[in-house]
T-cell receptor, first 117, second 113 residues
Framework: NAGVTQTPKFQVLKTGQSMTLQCAQD?????MYWYRQDPGMGLRLIYY???????DKGEVPNGYNVSRLNKREFSLRLESAAPSQTSVYFC????????????????FGPGTRLTVL | AQSVAQPEDQVNVAEGNPLTVKCTYS??????LFWYVQYPNRGLQFLLK??????LVKGSYGFEAEFNKSQTSFHLKKPSALVSDSALYFC???????????FGAGTRLFVKA
């Protein structure tokens, strides 16, 4: 099993350009997430998808859109990149049991390092 | 509102000595607590979690953590540090009935040979 895979690993964009970050998981997980990691700020949730067909905003959704293409794939799109979006982006997945909340750990991809000039 | 605090940006310890990485949390309801580790240029890896029951939780690579409800803490510990434990450690919390996970800012652990 590859776990969670992300493409590309690195990307440099100019301000105003668009791009899509791809994420796929082969663990048959229901839930998927996109985070950004900035120095001293930990991980901040951008968007999540509790299950196939649903997406919801996280803590920092402005400037991003997502698509849950199917159960395996969850993409993140920057329509008009800004220097403030320079960051490392992580995709993650987890099981979501029925009932209250989820205590299952998340599995993370290797990350995409994005620089916006 | 949920929050997680890791009060130390960096922890330095000599190899063979015990280590502690601190975490406190604030959440309404019962918390689910997690520790993750991140090695350079890698994604986060799960170490251990507290859901309910025994306050001392054992995890991967010899790490353990103690849940203290009265102090709202979930400190990560290891009896004898290894140089290979040097990494960035994140504490995280999710509350019962909630969905989002809140991560702390991270603590960088340096283990000196």
């Amino acid at each position: 099993n590859a776990g969670v895979t992300q493409t590309p690993k690195f990307q440099v964009l100019k301000t105003g350009q668009s791009m899509t970050l791809q994420c796929a998981q082969d663990m048959n997980h229901n839930s998927m997430y996109w985070y950004r990691q900035d120095p001293g700020m930990g991980l901040r949730l951008i968007y999540y998808s509790a299950s196939e067909g649903t997406t919801d905003k996280g803590e920092v959704p402005n400037g991003y859109n997502v698509s849950r293409l199917n159960k395996r794939e969850f993409s993140l799109r920057l329509e008009s990149a800004a220097p403030s979006q320079t960051s490392v982006y992580f995709c993650a997945s987890s099981e979501l049991p029925s009932g209250e909340g989820s205590y299952n750990e998340q599995f993370f991809g290797p990350g995409t390092r994005l620089t916006v000039l | 509102a949920q929050s997680v605090a890791q009060p130390e940006d960096q922890v330095n310890v000599a190899e063979g000595n015990p280590l502690t990485v601190k975490c406190t949390y604030s959440v309404s309801g019962n918390p689910y607590l997690f520790w993750y580790v991140q090695y350079p240029n890698r994604g986060l890896q799960f170490l251990l979690k507290y859901i309910t029951g025994d306050n001392l939780v054992k995890g991967s690579y010899g790490f353990e953590a103690e849940f203290n409800k009265s102090q709202t803490s979930f400190h990560l510990k290891k009896p004898s540090a290894l140089v290979s434990d040097s990494a960035l450690y994140f504490c995280a919390v999710r509350y019962t009935g909630g969905f989002k996970t809140i991560f702390g800012a991270g603590t960088r652990l340096f283990v000196k040979a």
